[in-house]
């Protein structure tokens, strides 16, 4: 626990609508009241039991198949060891690797998606979810041919009965979970079969850690599913640590799978932030996703996860979640906002606009101020057009002047008035030529200030703004957004990015246009930037 914060805010709560697809752990948190979708990819209840007439519905599929089965332990190449275990388990012995041996032949043959579901809850009712447990890391390990052989590399498991017999395991009994521990340790011969085993039975750590230090690569074959089984079972930073440059890639975006981040965020906690984060960075997520990934970011009760949230606020459903975040850690909130407005990171000017609004809204959390405010300038000093009455546009919460930079009037030491401050901003809406004489009158970096802080809020409005409200600082900040916003396929906004810059006028400005018409390697950038270069020539 932090004891910078009281004790609910550094509890992780996940709502119902990020518990649907989870992968239970034993002692960690619980998915909602499965459904009829749910149940077909593996999830089960706490208390769920599996239906009593499985092991008749086995009986039947292997007499079905004993044809086959005979054919194949017959098979010259078999392997001779398997062969032994499988007959043992045909004839009543409890042997793991002969029930597996066995799953492996019909499943061949038959080549139904339900066979190994159908084996699974036979030995589920006949034996236990513990045996089960290490008949499908035998499975593992046996390669699908006509004979009996062992596999090295990789074969994959059923999905479905996997998260079945986890979910088993998580909701039964201490001695049924114990038992399953026990005896998937002598399951674990092959890299596969560690890797079913921890991701049944995710509370060995250690287990976990093996697989961390030899993650899934491209020489498995079936390497995503395998990829999903580790990330379902990590439950230490340790994990992290150990998986080093391992990280999530597109195909653990894949469908049925967003379960798998909250996953692993109940089962590491905050400290899978960076691993999320870095996965919203360089990844597109597919739309349906994206919220509830920004979602489960803001949920994280840690500094770092608010700060790396705060870093992305103009991002698409930033916003909305991060004011969440300030809500349900009001106290953490006032800690983060208070040192990036301290600081010379680039969100600064947001942090203390949010800090502003926070307070306002919290004024129990508020310290001592340590603001100084220049005074306001005499209507005489104030540009005439800021001082014409017009109509008083709605301005959105975080325009509220007094958290905002203030605008100071060049060579006098004063700043505009609120109501000047409010009129400029309305013009800023839908800027013109107006804002000549304000940006003659003021001082620029002042009002690039101004300019960016509002920027930082996300809004759309504010971009075209910055080309009359920015200065070269702005130019060149602009210029640093444009290839993350261009390879995130938000090109639209990129090329007013590059309006704003051409607006904005200066040399360093025309400078970051050439450069952009000729580097970027998106083609509605450099044409942008080009018929804006050829302006000035």
Not at 184 to 201: E, F, K, N, P, W
Request: aromatic share 6%.
């Amino acid at each position: 626990m932090d004891d910078h914060f009281p004790p609910e805010e550094d509890l992780l709560v996940l709502p119902d609508s990020l518990r649907e697809d989870l992968h239970p752990r034993r002692g960690g948190a619980q998915p909602p009241a499965t459904g009829v979708t749910d149940r077909s990819v593996g999830a089960i209840d706490p208390g769920d039991t599996v239906d009593a007439g499985a092991a008749d519905a086995l009986a039947r599929l292997i007499k079905d198949h004993r044809g086959p089965i005979e054919s194949a332990l017959s098979h010259r190449k078999s392997d001779a060891a398997m062969v032994a275990q499988a007959r043992d388990y045909l004839g009543g012995v409890d042997d793991p690797a002969g029930a597996a041996a066995i799953l492996s032949i019909v499943e061949r043959v038959r080549q139904g998606y339900d066979t190994t579901r159908i084996f699974t809850d036979g030995w589920v009712v006949e034996r236990g979810p513990a045996f089960a447990a290490c008949a499908l890391a035998e499975l593992a390990a046996i390669a699908s041919s006509n004979e009996l052989s062992p596999l090295d590399s990789l074969r994959l498991v059923d999905s479905v009965s996997l998260r079945r017999v986890r979910g088993l395991l998580a909701f039964g009994s201490d001695a049924e979970y114990e038992r399953a521990v026990g005896r998937l340790s002598a399951h674990r011969r092959t890299r596969a079969q560690r890797m079913v085993a921890s991701y049944l039975v995710p509370t060995r750590h250690d287990w976990v850690d093996e697989c961390c230090v030899e993650p899934p690569d491209d020489e498995w074959g079936g390497e995503r599913a395998y990829r999903s089984l580790l990330w379902a079972s990590i439950g230490t930073p340790r994990h992290l640590e150990l998986l080093g440059e391992w990280r999530l890639e597109d195909s653990d975006f894949g469908a049925y799978s967003f379960g798998l981040r909250a996953t692993m965020a109940d089962g590491v906690g905050p400290a899978i932030a960076p691993v999320l984060v870095s996965a919203w960075d360089r990844i597109k997520v597919y739309k349906l996703w994206l919220e509830p990934l920004v979602q489960l970011i803001s949920l994280l009760p840690s500094d770092e996860a608010f700060e790396l949230l705060l870093e992305r606020y103009d991002r698409e459903h930033a916003r909305t979640h991060l004011r969440a975040a300030m809500e349900r850690f009001p106290v953490r909130a006032v800690r983060v906002l208070s040192k990036v407005a301290g600081s010379d990171s680039t969100s600064a000017l947001l942090a203390a606009g949010l800090l502003h609004l926070h307070l306002k809204a919290h004024p129990e959390l508020a310290g001592p101020s340590t603001r100084t405010r220049v005074p306001d300038a005499p209507a005489s000093q104030v540009p005439a057009v800021l001082t014409e009455p017009g109509r008083a546009a709605r301005l959105p919460d975080y325009a509220d002047p007094d958290g905002l930079p203030q605008v100071l009037i060049a060579d006098t030491g004063r700043a505009l008035p609120e109501a000047a401050t409010k009129r400029l901003i309305t013009l800023a809406k839908k800027p013109d030529e107006r804002l000549e004489a304000v940006r003659d009158a003021c001082d620029r970096r002042s009002l690039a200030d101004l300019g960016w802080a509002l920027f930082l809020h996300g809004d759309p409005w504010v971009l075209p703004a910055l080309g009359w409200l920015g200065d070269d600082r702005t130019a060149r900040d602009l210029a640093a957004l444009i290839p993350g916003w261009a390879d995130r396929g938000a090109r639209a906004r990129a090329v007013k990015a590059v309006e704003a810059i051409a607006r904005i006028g200066t040399a360093c400005a025309r400078e970051l246009l050439d450069e952009l018409a000729e580097t970027s390697p998106h083609n509605a950038v450099s044409t942008a930037a080009r018929q804006r270069a050829r302006e000035f020539a």
